[in-house]
Nanobody, 125 residues
Framework: QVPVVESGGGLVQTGDSLRLSCAASGGAGSIYAMAWFRQAPGKGREFVASVSWSGGATDYANSVKDRFTISRDSAKNTMFLQMTNLTPLDTAIYFC??????????????????WGPGTQVVVSS
């Protein structure tokens, strides 16, 4: 496992932007892919976006495509999620995750073995 920790959450208004960061440590050179998931109150953990660490290939949930951008800085072992045009439906705890294993999909929580504690994002109407 590669430990990760999120930062950058907060309270914003509808239409605002926010950038989340995820710092990886302790063996970050072994990372194969990282992703963002989110969990709204009373709901399950939902895939948001993923990025492959070496090639930078990205994948997005339909609900955030064209509004969110995932990126990584391999030299700094850090992943980002730039969120724009936020709505109250984006309110959730956002989790960063990492995996050192090669897989064919990175859209399920079970695809990742390391998780951060989460950062809260609240979008007011």
């Amino acid at each position: 496992q590669v430990p990760v920790v999120e930062s950058g959450g907060g309270l914003v208004q509808t239409g605002d932007s926010l950038r989340l960061s995820c710092a990886a440590s302790g063996g970050a050179g072994s990372i194969y892919a990282m992703a963002w998931f989110r969990q709204a109150p009373g709901k399950g953990r939902e895939f948001v976006a993923s990025v492959s660490w070496s090639g930078g290939a990205t994948d997005y949930a339909n609900s955030v495509k064209d509004r969110f951008t995932i990126s990584r800085d391999s030299a700094k072992n850090t992943m980002f999620l730039q969120m724009t045009n936020l709505t109250p439906l984006d309110t959730a705890i956002y989790f960063c995750s990492s995996t050192i294993f090669r897989k064919t999909t990175f859209r399920r929580p079970a695809d990742f073995e390391s998780w951060g504690p989460g950062t809260q994002v609240v979008v007011s109407s």
